[in-house]
């Protein structure tokens, strides 16, 4: 029998093993110096040449082939063509003995190696390019792990470590071991580049240290260094230090020239057919300045790592001592890059180049020491602010990562579009790459420590000219369209799991952007654990750490590590804050649960506190933020600073469960400023703060922007001077938010952004009030200013002024998130403004400006995220113009008008009523345990003249809670749940709805309730009756309106005919052309049915033999009446004979609401929302039959006589599909008007706070503007700022008031409302 042996490429087995292989060593000019060698048949290196070799270029189809012998190969450059392969061991013969090759070659940019044809791309000079379709496998021997931890602490001058896991090290390698304290500090007395400020300060040295195998011991577990440690290496818990082998078999490196010139080799890796490294040392390459000249390059190789058979990976190699970064992936993606180490080098270490690598893995791998550069060899600006893992695409695979150093351990750092040279392959709004809107792969069990700014940053984002700027990670949902917005597309939540930092002189976590979800974080022994701005973002099941017993080594800085342990300060001071979580000062939700905090408590060398806001900011925090089930050990549970910024002021979180405050069910923390404090807050002084109960208003923000700070009028009231107030750089207060109900005033510096004269003022206010502003110093009131007002929900509002002198022209505009910008009319009072946005009013006696702002973003307005509720601001701003005379806009006198705390009983007609929600009032319903957990509270402002209810629920049952349900029943019943459009069941609940009739009844008498259900009590854990609780009448009854009687109109009765004009009161009056007819259309696929038209329902019709029976939806329904020459009679109106249009309506459906379009030939007349003034019981619904009235005066005829020729009829609310019933449709005259009946409830009926079950909350309201004290209310004028030096910051003030003496009048005028209103107060 013959065998036949076919050539054939082997990768498995021992390849250096094939009998056919060419040698070396019998090669022409194989050991001649500088010679240039071209290999095209298989070739096995099987000897060191003993001169330098000027090149090896490996053509296609042929191989060289490293035998496993220690062999060294001095040359300028490899270069492997393609067909080419380049070959040490394979995956099951690894290397086992030394093989080094060396590159050679000064510093040039020349292209050396040459080109790859296959997109032109240059590979340089000094190293080993594998070029497009080439391939190559080095697999040396690791004698592993590639990189364990440290089992016990190695104090300084020991000269053995203990080992986490047995190693197969051996004698004589190098090691390194990572420093376990603060990252370096540069001395300031040195010269140090501007670039390299964030370093900068006391010095303290770089801990990680460098060692040799002297030898192994316990099996693995102990080695002997061959000289001491110079620092100690704590471990317990979970502080420990990386040790990782830098040697190994195979060595590719920079020759001996390269540490002078800094101009090592490199490998340059392109679209390889097969590319796999494992147990490979890279030392002494990189080229320092030379743009794509790297360590390890993987250089635009597109989607070829998923297109072919064998992963691409680099794998238990080392990088170490290397002038240019150690692995970078360039528009390269589907590369495994794992339990790699890597050690000091310059620049980021492991570098995603452009923003288009996706799909990459890297895992397990460590980092240590990378250098900044910040010299004329810096390629991209961001390398001075040098990290481990520079990160510009999320959408790849982080696991197991250590980052060791460095400014950043981990950086994401997105552009919007890709950069370099992938910036013209994608282009601009690419449809499918959006590196700062990618969703994140997978971010698991990573750890960061000792670098001196943050151990893992999401912000300062990379920009197209390689600088960063301030922005945000929003992940969202592609493909991307040209010219999207990322509001039109669906977010996806960026989860961050596992991740452990320690030791970072900055922030443990540093994290900007939105939706970011971070699991089971350990932070500990930072400056700050975590700061995640603007949100959304919430931090769970997760451990935050002040100080550990991790002390560091405090003996290279006394005057700074104080206290015996080594601080994260740059500089000695004395104001040094130790926080957990800190609150960003704009945006939301924040998000807390389930967080544990230890160790945080001030002491004689710090402060310290779990929670805190952003120290020295310079601006006012949202009030979206939100606690719930916080734990605390050995911890101030919240500290802010005292010094004079907005940003130490204004904050306001809600703590939804009580486990920050002790309050129950909820409650507020609240820093120190009168205008957010009430009867109720708790002064904290260990928190520079309050705890504050929850209460019915909530809180907002309000913004007043001066739209050219450069331009304001600097002259005050007494005549000088103050040039700071136009200078943005100056932190001088400039002005000054008055609560005019209360009398209290609160500072703001205000801030600019973005380098514009734009200049924002922010205060956290409670809602329902009226406020105004006063300028520092009595300077004029800006020009032009905006306002808004933010960070609550819908139906929340305020009333604002602001003063100009008499004889001021106004130019007054409204916009709203759509862009849509509208004139706001003048009012003839300051009743007009509190029922409408649109108005304003200038009180020339005052001289005070009035607007109304509020938020209308609707019954849907809000979004949900991970059991927490986020309420919508709809973009309400009012800009102000204000062309004063002289062009100096100062009142004559700074005050406020008279009576101004009698505003709220004027011009505000809603009521209040709250609810106890309790286990109790449950139980007598369904099965509650006795000894069930759940405490609630809900407050309700209902509007008399609007029928509509606006309500706030707080409860501590957010984690279990599935759903908020409205019904109608006395104590212990229940007749019926009201259908409401979706309820936000999580804490803190804002919802509204209009009410019908009955309902009203129902409400006055505590016959309406609230019940919470959760998945432990699914049919109701608490409950709780609204009673009235809007003080007491003079009669001591509840003083809560009760409903006026009602018309006494019915569907059947009979108007003659002479008394209406008849549209459908039976089946035959639709008769199609030339009659009346039905026209319907559909809505969009996503309606739940199509329109459905019946003019001949008689199953169960309202009046008579039938009705119109419709179904709607998106679509809609017209009653037209045919127009022809022979067509009588024409459907003319004549409004002096006919007052009203009237239809009964009875929904089958629960709530419905309507709009009517009525219309002529040619045009529309009006569009009538049908609101509760229109509806005969306010509401129409299921429960019986309504009739809807609409004035003609509201149809807007053209003429006294009107063609009527259509009616359409179209849901104002489409989110489902109804269906309801219509009859007797007509136009009637005045004499078909109906009498009232008489009311069936009386003020006996009206139902106060009154105690059901279990224990009665004692002050259930703790705030509210409604004030019986007639002393209290004299207006008065606020007094004027003393002069002070404007380079210093002025201090605020709080609760000053000067007294007026009113008229006689004015006096009386008190008294009468004194009498009329005698009501309880806080």
Same mark, same amino acid.
């Not at 800085?557 to 609150?583: M, Q």
């Not at 309106?1041 to 639709?1070: G, H, Q, T």
């Given at each position: 029998?013959?065998?036949?042996?076919?050539?054939?490429?082997?990768?498995?087995?021992?390849?250096?093993?094939?009998?056919?292989?060419?040698?070396?060593?019998?090669?022409?000019?194989?050991?001649?110096?500088?010679? $240039?060698?071209?290999?095209?048949?298989?070739?096995?290196?099987?000897?060191?040449?003993?001169?330098?070799?000027?090149?090896?270029?490996?053509?296609?189809?042929? $191989?060289?082939?490293?035998?496993?012998?220690? =062999?060294?190969?001095?040359?300028?450059?490899?270069?492997?063509?393609?067909?080419?392969?380049?070959?040490?061991?394979?995956?099951?013969?690894?290397?086992?003995?030394?093989?080094?090759?060396? %590159?050679?070659?000064?510093?040039?940019?020349?292209?050396?190696?040459?080109?790859?044809?296959?997109?032109?791309?240059?590979?340089?000079?000094?190293?080993?390019?594998?070029?497009?379709?080439?391939?190559?496998?080095?697999?040396?021997?690791?004698?592993?792990?590639?990189?364990?931890?440290?089992?016990?602490? !190695?104090?300084?001058?020991?000269?053995?470590?203990?080992?986490?896991?047995?190693?197969?090290?051996?004698?004589?390698?190098?090691?390194?071991?990572?420093?376990?304290?603060?990252?370096?500090?540069?001395?300031?007395?040195?010269?140090?580049?501007?670039?390299?400020?964030?370093?900068?300060?006391? $010095?303290?040295?770089?801990?990680?240290?460098?060692?040799?195998?002297?030898?192994?011991?316990?099996?693995?577990?102990?080695?002997?260094?061959?000289?001491?440690?110079?620092?100690?290496?704590?471990?317990?818990?979970?502080?420990?230090?990386?040790?990782?082998?830098?040697?190994?078999?195979?060595?590719?490196?920079?020759?001996?020239?390269?540490?002078?010139?800094?101009?090592?080799?490199?490998?340059?890796?392109?679209?390889?057919?097969?590319?796999?490294?494992?147990?490979?040392?890279?030392?002494?390459?990189?080229?320092?300045?030379?743009?794509?000249?790297?360590?390890?390059?993987?250089?635009?190789?597109? &989607?070829?790592?998923?297109?072919?058979?064998?992963?691409?990976?680099?794998?238990?190699?080392?990088?170490? @001592?290397?002038?240019?970064?150690?692995?970078?992936? @360039?528009?390269? +993606?589907?590369?495994?890059?794992?339990?790699?180490?890597?050690?000091?080098?310059?620049?980021?270490?492991?570098?995603?180049?452009?923003?288009?690598?996706?799909?990459?893995?890297?895992?397990?791998?460590?980092?240590?020491?990378?250098?900044?550069?910040?010299?004329?060899?810096?390629?991209?600006?961001?390398?001075?602010?040098?990290?481990?893992?520079?990160?510009? +695409?999320?959408?790849?695979?982080?696991?197991?990562?250590?980052?060791?150093?460095?400014?950043?351990?981990?950086?994401?750092?997105? *552009?919007?579009?890709?950069?370099?040279?992938?910036?013209?392959?994608?282009?601009?709004?690419?449809?499918?790459?959006?590196?700062?809107?990618?969703?994140?792969?997978?971010?698991?069990?990573?750890?960061?420590?000792?670098?001196?700014?943050?151990?893992?940053?999401?912000?300062?984002?990379?920009?197209?000219?390689?600088?960063?700027? #301030?922005?945000?990670?929003?992940?969202?949902?592609?493909?991307?369209?040209?010219?999207? &917005?990322?509001?039109?597309?669906?977010?996806?939540?960026?989860?961050?799991?596992?991740?452990?930092?320690?030791?970072?002189?900055?922030?443990?976590?540093?994290?900007?952007?939105?939706?970011?979800?971070?699991?089971?974080?350990? #932070?500990?022994?930072?400056?700050?654990?975590?700061?995640?701005? *603007?949100?959304?973002?919430?931090?769970?099941?997760?451990?935050?750490?002040?100080?550990? &017993?991790?002390?560091?080594?405090?003996?290279?800085?006394?005057?700074?590590?104080?206290?015996?342990?080594?601080?994260?300060?740059?500089?000695?001071?004395?104001?040094?804050?130790?926080?957990?979580?800190?609150?960003?000062?704009?945006?939301?939700?924040?998000?807390?649960?389930?967080?544990?905090?230890?160790?945080?408590?001030?002491?004689?060398?710090?402060?310290?506190?779990?929670?805190?806001?952003?120290?020295?900011?310079?601006?006012?925090?949202?009030?979206?933020?939100?606690?719930?089930?916080?734990?605390?050990?050995?911890?101030?549970?919240?500290?802010?600073?005292?010094?004079?910024?907005?940003?130490?002021?204004?904050?306001?979180?809600?703590?939804?469960?009580?486990?920050?405050?002790?309050?129950?069910?909820?409650?507020?923390?609240?820093?120190?400023?009168?205008?957010?404090?009430?009867?109720?807050?708790?002064?904290?002084?260990?928190?520079?703060?309050?705890?504050?109960?929850?209460?019915?208003?909530?809180?907002?923000?309000?913004?007043?922007?001066?739209?050219?700070?450069?331009?304001?009028?600097?002259?005050?009231?007494?005549?000088?001077?103050?040039?700071?107030?136009?200078?943005?750089?100056?932190?001088?207060?400039?002005?000054?938010?008055?609560?005019?109900?209360?009398?209290?005033?609160?500072?703001?510096?205000?801030?600019?952004?973005?380098?514009?004269?734009?200049?924002?003022?922010?205060?956290?206010?409670?809602?329902?009030?009226?406020?105004?502003?006063?300028?520092?110093?009595?300077?004029?009131?800006?020009?032009?200013?905006?306002?808004? =007002?933010?960070?609550?929900?819908?139906?929340?509002?305020?009333?604002?002024?602001?003063?100009?002198?008499?004889?001021?022209?106004?130019?007054?505009?409204?916009?709203?998130?759509?862009?849509?910008?509208?004139?706001?009319?003048?009012?003839?009072?300051?009743?007009?403004?509190?029922?409408?946005?649109?108005?304003?009013?200038?009180?020339?006696?005052?001289? @005070? #400006?009035?607007?109304?702002?509020?938020?209308?973003?609707?019954?849907?307005?809000?979004?949900?995220?991970?059991? %927490?509720?986020?309420?919508?601001?709809?973009?309400?701003?009012?800009?102000?113009?204000?062309?004063? *005379?002289?062009?100096?806009?100062?009142?004559?006198?700074?005050?406020?008008?008279?009576?101004?705390?009698?505003?709220?009983?004027?011009?505000?007609?809603?009521?209040?009523?709250?609810?106890?929600?309790?286990?109790?009032?449950?139980?007598?319903?369904?099965?509650?345990?006795?000894?069930?957990?759940?405490?609630?509270? !809900?407050?309700?402002?209902?509007?008399?003249?609007?029928?509509?209810?606006?309500?706030?629920?707080?409860?501590?049952?957010?984690?279990?809670?599935?759903?908020?349900?409205?019904?109608?029943?006395?104590?212990?019943?229940?007749?019926?749940?009201?259908?409401?459009?979706?309820?936000?069941?999580?804490?803190?609940?804002?919802?509204?709805?209009?009410?019908?009739?009955?309902?009203?009844?129902?409400?006055?008498?505590? &016959?309406?309730?609230?019940?919470?259900?959760?998945?432990?009590?699914?049919?109701?854990?608490?409950?709780?009756?609204?009673?009235?609780?809007?003080?007491?009448?003079?009669?001591?009854?509840?003083?809560?309106?009760?409903?006026?009687?009602?018309?006494?109109?019915? $569907?059947?009765?009979?108007?003659?005919?002479?008394?209406?004009?008849?549209?459908?009161?039976?089946?035959?009056?639709?008769?199609?052309?030339?009659?009346?007819?039905?026209?319907?259309?559909?809505?969009?696929?996503?309606?739940?049915?199509?329109?459905?038209?019946?003019?001949?329902?008689?199953?169960?019709?309202?009046?008579?033999?039938?009705?119109?029976?419709?179904?709607?939806?998106?679509?809609?329904?017209?009653?037209?009446?045919?127009?022809?020459?022979?067509?009588?009679?024409?459907?003319?109106?004549?409004?002096?004979?006919?007052?009203?249009?009237?239809?009964?309506?009875?929904?089958?459906?629960?709530?419905?609401?309507?709009?009517?379009? %009525?219309?002529?030939?040619?045009?529309?007349?009006?569009?009538?929302?049908?609101?509760?003034?229109?509806?005969? @019981?306010?509401?129409?619904?299921?429960?019986?039959?309504?009739?809807?009235?609409? *004035?003609?005066?509201?149809?807007?005829?053209?003429?006294?006589?009107?063609?009527?020729?259509?009616?359409?009829? /179209?849901?104002?609310?489409?989110?489902?599909?109804?269906?309801?019933?219509?009859?007797?449709?007509?136009?009637?005259?005045?004499?078909?008007?109906?009498?009232?009946?008489?009311?069936?409830?009386?003020?006996?009926?009206?139902?106060?706070?009154?105690?059901?079950?279990?224990?009665?909350? /004692?002050?259930?309201?703790?705030?509210?503007?409604?004030?019986?004290?007639?002393?209290?209310?004299?207006?008065?004028?606020?007094?004027?700022?003393?002069?002070?030096?404007?380079?210093?910051?002025?201090?605020?003030?709080?609760?000053?008031?000067?007294?007026?003496?009113?008229?006689?009048?004015?006096?009386?005028? #008190?008294?009468?409302?004194?009498?009329?209103?005698?009501?309880?107060?806080?």
């Amino acid at each position: 029998m013959m065998i036949i042996l076919l050539s054939c490429n082997v990768y498995g087995a021992c390849p250096q093993d094939d009998a056919s292989l060419v040698l070396f060593s019998s090669l022409s000019g194989w050991n001649t110096l500088n010679s $240039a060698l071209t290999i095209t048949q298989r070739v096995k290196v099987d000897q060191s040449p003993t001169n330098k070799l000027k090149s090896i270029t490996i053509k296609n189809g042929g $191989a060289l082939i490293f035998d496993d012998k220690n =062999l060294n190969l001095d040359l300028d450059y490899i270069l492997v063509e393609s067909g080419g392969e380049f070959i040490m061991g394979s995956d099951s013969c690894p290397i086992q003995n030394k093989i080094i090759i060396t %590159f050679y070659g000064d510093r040039t940019t020349d292209n050396i190696i040459g080109t790859d044809l296959f997109d032109n791309q240059v590979a340089g000079a000094k190293g080993i390019a594998f070029f497009t379709g080439s391939k190559y496998q080095m697999f040396g021997a690791v004698n592993g792990p590639s990189w364990t931890l440290l089992s016990q602490t !190695a104090s300084k001058g020991s000269q053995t470590i203990q080992l986490k896991n047995n190693v197969s090290w051996k004698v004589g390698d190098s090691i390194v071991i990572a420093s376990t304290d603060y990252g370096e500090i540069l001395d300031y007395r040195g010269t140090i580049p501007k670039a390299l400020e964030w370093k900068r300060g006391i $010095a303290f040295p770089d801990q990680n240290e460098e060692r040799k195998v002297s030898a192994i011991q316990n099996g693995g577990l102990t080695i002997v260094l061959d000289r001491p440690l110079n620092y100690t290496h704590f471990v317990k818990d979970y502080t420990t230090a990386e040790v990782g082998l830098l040697t190994r078999n195979i060595v590719l490196r920079g020759d001996p020239s390269s540490d002078q010139s800094e101009f090592g080799g490199h490998v340059f890796i392109r679209l390889v057919e097969k590319g796999q490294m494992q147990g490979v040392e890279f030392t002494k390459l990189g080229q320092r300045g030379v743009m794509g000249r790297y360590s390890v390059h993987f250089h635009i190789m597109g &989607e070829k790592a998923f297109k072919v058979s064998d992963q691409i990976f680099l794998k238990d190699c080392s990088i170490h @001592h290397a002038f240019q970064r150690c692995v970078t992936l @360039h528009d390269s +993606n589907g590369i495994l890059v794992e339990n790699n180490v890597c050690f000091d080098t310059f620049g980021h270490q492991y570098f995603l180049e452009d923003g288009t690598e996706m799909g990459n893995k890297l895992i397990n791998n460590i980092g240590i020491r990378p250098r900044p550069v910040a010299d004329d060899k810096q390629i991209i600006p961001s390398d001075s602010d040098v990290s481990v893992f520079w990160i510009t +695409n999320p959408n790849n695979t982080f696991i197991g990562n250590r980052a060791v150093g460095g400014r950043f351990g981990f950086w994401f750092t997105m *552009p919007k579009d890709a950069t370099g040279a992938s910036a013209g392959k994608y282009g601009t709004e690419n449809f499918y790459v959006r590196p700062r809107w990618q969703p994140l792969g997978a971010f698991k069990f990573n750890v960061a420590h000792s670098t001196t700014g943050n151990g893992f940053e999401i912000d300062n984002m990379e920009k197209s000219d390689g600088t960063t700027e #301030l922005a945000g990670y929003n992940p969202l949902i592609g493909p991307y369209p040209k010219g999207v &917005e990322t509001w039109e597309l669906k977010s996806i939540d960026a989860i961050f799991e596992g991740l452990i930092a320690f030791k970072n002189r900055g922030y443990g976590v540093w994290a900007r952007g939105g939706p970011l979800v971070f699991k089971n974080l350990t #932070l500990f022994d930072n400056m700050n654990q975590m700061n995640s701005p *603007p949100g959304p973002s919430i931090i769970m099941d997760s451990v935050m750490i002040g100080e550990t &017993e991790n002390t560091g080594d405090s003996s290279f800085r006394p005057t700074v590590d104080v206290g015996g342990r080594s601080r994260p300060r740059l500089w000695s001071t004395n104001t040094e804050i130790i926080k957990g979580y800190e609150t960003y000062d704009n945006g939301g939700p924040q998000i807390l649960r389930n967080v544990l905090f230890k160790n945080l408590m001030t002491n004689e060398y710090r402060y310290a506190g779990a929670l805190g806001s952003l120290s020295n900011a310079p601006f006012k925090h949202q009030t979206r933020n939100r606690y719930a089930e916080i734990k605390f050990e050995n911890a101030n549970r919240y500290y802010v600073s005292t010094e004079l910024y907005d940003g130490n002021k204004g904050t306001n979180i809600l703590d939804i469960d009580g486990s920050v405050t002790d309050l129950k069910p909820s409650g507020w923390i609240v820093t120190n400023e009168s205008i957010t404090l009430f009867n109720g807050c708790v002064p904290k002084p260990e928190w520079n703060a309050y705890k504050c109960p929850v209460f019915a208003e909530g809180y907002g923000q309000l913004r007043v922007t001066n739209v050219d700070v450069t331009a304001t009028n600097i002259v005050g009231a007494d005549g000088k001077s103050y040039p700071d107030l136009a200078n943005p750089s100056k932190k001088v207060v400039r002005m000054n938010f008055v609560d005019m109900l209360r009398g209290h005033s609160i500072p703001a510096l205000g801030a600019t952004s973005g380098g514009t004269p734009r200049l924002t003022l922010l205060a956290n206010v409670i809602m329902r009030g009226f406020y105004t502003i006063r300028p520092a110093y009595d300077t004029p009131t800006p020009a032009k200013i905006e306002v808004s =007002l933010e960070s609550n929900a819908d139906r929340d509002w305020i009333i604002f002024s602001a003063q100009y002198p008499r004889g001021t022209q106004f130019t007054i505009t409204s916009a709203v998130w759509s862009g849509q910008v509208t004139a706001l009319s003048a009012a003839s009072s300051l009743q007009e403004v509190v029922a409408d946005r649109s108005k304003y009013f200038y009180d020339s006696e005052s001289e @005070h #400006l009035f607007i109304k702002l509020e938020n209308k973003a609707g019954k849907s307005g809000f979004s949900e995220r991970w059991g %927490f509720t986020d309420y919508n601001y709809d973009g309400f701003v009012i800009t102000i113009n204000a062309a004063c *005379p002289g062009n100096r806009c100062a009142p004559s006198a700074y005050r406020l008008p008279e009576n101004v705390k009698y505003y709220h009983l004027k011009y505000i007609k809603e009521e209040r009523y709250i609810a106890n929600l309790q286990t109790c009032q449950q139980s007598t319903i369904t099965t509650v345990a006795n000894d069930a957990a759940g405490q609630g509270i !809900a407050y309700a402002f209902f509007s008399p003249s609007s029928r509509t209810l606006d309500v706030a629920v707080h409860h501590d049952l957010t984690k279990i809670v599935t759903k908020i349900e409205v019904g109608i029943g006395e104590a212990g019943a229940e007749r019926r749940l009201i259908p409401l459009h979706k309820i936000s069941p999580y804490s803190l609940s804002r919802f509204s709805f209009d009410i019908s009739y009955d309902e009203w009844v129902s409400l006055v008498k505590g &016959e309406m309730f609230i019940k919470i259900s959760t998945t432990q009590y699914p049919n109701g854990h608490l409950r709780g009756q609204l009673h009235c609780n809007n003080g007491k009448s003079s009669t001591g009854t509840p003083s809560c309106s009760l409903p006026p009687p009602l018309p006494k109109a019915s $569907a059947c009765d009979s108007i003659d005919n002479n008394l209406m004009f008849n549209i459908y009161r039976e089946a035959e009056d639709i008769k199609g052309w030339p009659y009346w007819d039905l026209w319907v259309w559909n809505g969009p696929n996503t309606d739940t049915a199509n329109t459905s038209v019946n003019a001949n329902y008689n199953v169960a019709p309202i009046c008579g033999k039938s009705s119109f029976k419709f179904g709607l939806q998106s679509g809609g329904i017209q009653i037209a009446k045919h127009n022809a020459p022979t067509q009588t009679p024409n459907p003319i109106i004549d409004s002096s004979v006919f007052k009203y249009f009237e239809f009964f309506v009875k929904s089958l459906s629960g709530p419905l609401s309507l709009t009517l379009t %009525f219309k002529d030939l040619s045009s529309d007349l009006a569009a009538i929302k049908i609101t509760s003034e229109y509806i005969q @019981h306010y509401k129409i619904d299921d429960t019986k039959v309504t009739r809807v009235r609409i *004035p003609v005066s509201d149809l807007k005829f053209k003429s006294v006589k009107q063609n009527v020729q259509y009616i359409v009829i /179209t849901l104002t609310d489409r989110t489902s599909y109804k269906e309801f019933l219509i009859d007797n449709m007509r136009f009637v005259t005045n004499n078909a008007t109906d009498s009232s009946t008489t009311s069936i409830v009386t003020n006996n009926d009206i139902k106060g706070v009154t105690s059901i079950c279990g224990t009665q909350v /004692t002050d259930p309201d703790p705030f509210t503007y409604i004030i019986n004290d007639v002393s209290a209310l004299p207006s008065f004028v606020m007094a004027s700022d003393k002069p002070q030096d404007s380079s210093k910051p002025q201090p605020g003030k709080s609760n000053t008031a000067s007294t007026i003496i009113g008229s006689g009048a004015t006096a009386l005028l #008190l008294f009468i409302i004194y009498l009329l209103n005698t009501i309880a107060v806080y």
